[in-house]
């Protein structure tokens, strides 16, 4: 399906005029008809002025941003794009299968939660059967879809929590409205299934012997440390999809990642357990510098000549002194060395 752009149609201001002013002349017709008691006159007066607003159907205003589909008896006709005053067919219907589909999305809800609830009671149904239309223009404005947060296990099979917010468009309004059924449900079912491929090839943090590109080569990418190009490779993920459904993914972006409730707290662990080794192995490589440091310069500077014995109590000293979690407890020896 191609797009056809009505440019033509930006008349609506002139046939406003001109209706208003045929409206007049059907009445000034009637009255003449009357005075002369001219039947003809008269029925064709009642005539027009019993049929003269099928034509006012036919004026559309569109705000900036904005589009309309039109068809006309199920043939697709063209979409009006652009702000401006608008004349189309009168019997033309504008078609919109997403108007009513109301996502966590920018720009999609248009009432508070309390009446959308009382839409969907049976007073809400009785009124829209009465005769309340429904807004079937197309926003062109860039939104906002803030999907559900999903439980999805990464490339180790340990169970993390993310979610994540797309910006798109609508680009293209004929495949948006006539390539799918609802193109609001369609992206956010694309958005759900992009993100479990993507994030089941990433572990959660940096592990060893893990591929994330593909290319055989095991690398250091992760969710945690390459957000952004996780982020990318979804979007990208996502455009694919949406393409034949005239949509633009803009930007994808994780809002957020976390594990799973029943990991949490033993993965909370395992990072406290590889933080205090961390800092451990930092202290004792310090801490033998320090020794080494000391020796030579005491052999150096000649201060006293230790032996191998001497040598590996001092050491043994020094270490439990410079590794130790609490301050030390030095004893002063008053006597000989030896």
């Given at each position: 399906?191609?797009?056809?752009?009505?440019?033509?149609?930006?008349?609506?201001?002139?046939?406003?005029?001109?209706?208003?002013?045929?409206?007049?002349?059907?009445?000034?017709?009637?009255?003449?008809?009357?005075?002369?008691?001219?039947?003809?006159?008269?029925?064709?007066?009642?005539?027009?002025?019993?049929?003269?607003?099928i034509p006012f159907c036919g004026l559309a205003v569109l705000k900036p941003q904005e589009a309309v589909v039109l068809t006309l008896f199920g043939k697709y006709i063209g979409s009006l794009k652009g702000e401006g005053f608008y004349f189309v067919n009168p019997f033309c219907s504008a078609i919109?299968?997403?108007?009513?589909?109301?996502?966590?999305?920018?720009?999609?809800?248009?009432?508070?939660?309390?009446?959308?609830?009382?839409?969907?009671?049976?007073?809400?149904?009785?009124?829209?059967?009465?005769?309340?239309?429904?807004?079937?223009?197309?926003?062109?404005?860039?939104?906002?879809?803030?999907?559900?947060?999903?439980?999805?296990?990464?490339?180790?099979?340990?169970?993390?929590?993310?979610?994540?917010?797309?910006?798109?468009?609508?680009?293209?309004?004929?495949?948006?409205?006539?390539?799918?059924?609802?193109?609001?449900?369609?992206?956010?079912?694309?958005?759900?299934?992009?993100?479990?491929?993507?994030?089941?090839?990433?572990?959660?943090?940096?592990?060893?012997?893990?591929?994330?590109?593909?290319?055989?080569?095991?690398?250091?990418?992760?969710?945690?440390?390459?957000?952004?190009?996780?982020?990318?490779?979804?979007?990208?993920?996502?455009?694919?999809?949406?393409?034949?459904?005239?949509?633009?993914?803009?930007?994808?972006?994780?809002?957020?990642?976390?594990?799973?409730?029943?990991?949490?707290?033993?993965?909370?662990?395992?990072?406290?357990?590889?933080?205090?080794?961390?800092?451990?192995?930092?202290?004792?490589?310090?801490?033998?510098?320090?020794?080494?440091?000391?020796?030579?310069?005491?052999?150096?500077?000649?201060?006293?000549?230790?032996?191998?014995?001497?040598?590996?109590?001092?050491?043994?000293?020094?270490?439990?002194?410079?590794?130790?979690?609490?301050?030390?407890?030095?004893?002063?020896?008053?006597?000989?060395?030896?």
């Amino acid at each position: 399906m191609e797009e056809k752009i009505l440019q033509k149609k930006k008349n609506g201001m002139t046939m406003l005029i001109l209706f208003v002013l045929l409206y007049i002349a059907a009445i000034a017709v009637i009255i003449i008809g009357a005075q002369r008691d001219r039947g003809i006159l008269i029925a064709v007066g009642v005539i027009y002025a019993a049929l003269g607003w099928i034509p006012f159907c036919g004026l559309a205003v569109l705000k900036p941003q904005e589009a309309v589909v039109l068809t006309l008896f199920g043939k697709y006709i063209g979409s009006l794009k652009g702000e401006g005053f608008y004349f189309v067919n009168p019997f033309c219907s504008a078609i919109n299968p997403a108007a009513e589909t109301k996502l966590n999305q920018s720009g999609d809800v248009k009432a508070s939660a309390a009446k959308l609830m009382q839409l969907n009671t049976m007073e809400g149904l009785n009124m829209n059967r009465k005769g309340n239309s429904v807004d079937k223009k197309i926003s062109l404005k860039i939104m906002t879809l803030n999907n559900n947060r999903q439980k999805i296990n990464d490339c180790l099979g340990n169970p993390i929590e993310i979610g994540i917010a797309v910006m798109w468009r609508v680009t293209d309004t004929a495949k948006a409205v006539f390539n799918v059924d609802n193109y609001k449900e369609y992206l956010s079912l694309q958005c759900d299934s992009a993100l479990r491929n993507i994030v089941r090839m990433y572990p959660y943090d940096v592990a060893e012997n893990v591929d994330t590109t593909g290319d055989g080569i095991a690398d250091d990418g992760s969710l945690r440390g390459s957000s952004e190009l996780v982020a990318e490779r979804i979007r990208q993920e996502i455009q694919n999809k949406v393409s034949e459904a005239g949509l633009e993914i803009i930007e994808a972006r994780i809002t957020y990642l976390a594990y799973a409730p029943e990991i949490a707290a033993a993965m909370l662990q395992r990072q406290q357990a590889s933080a205090v080794i961390d800092a451990r192995r930092l202290i004792v490589d310090g801490a033998v510098g320090m020794v080494e440091m000391a020796l030579n310069s005491l052999s150096e500077k000649e201060v006293v000549e230790l032996d191998e014995e001497r040598k590996a109590a001092m050491v043994s000293n020094l270490l439990v002194v410079l590794c130790g979690n609490k301050d030390a407890q030095p004893i002063v020896n008053s006597g000989s060395l030896y």
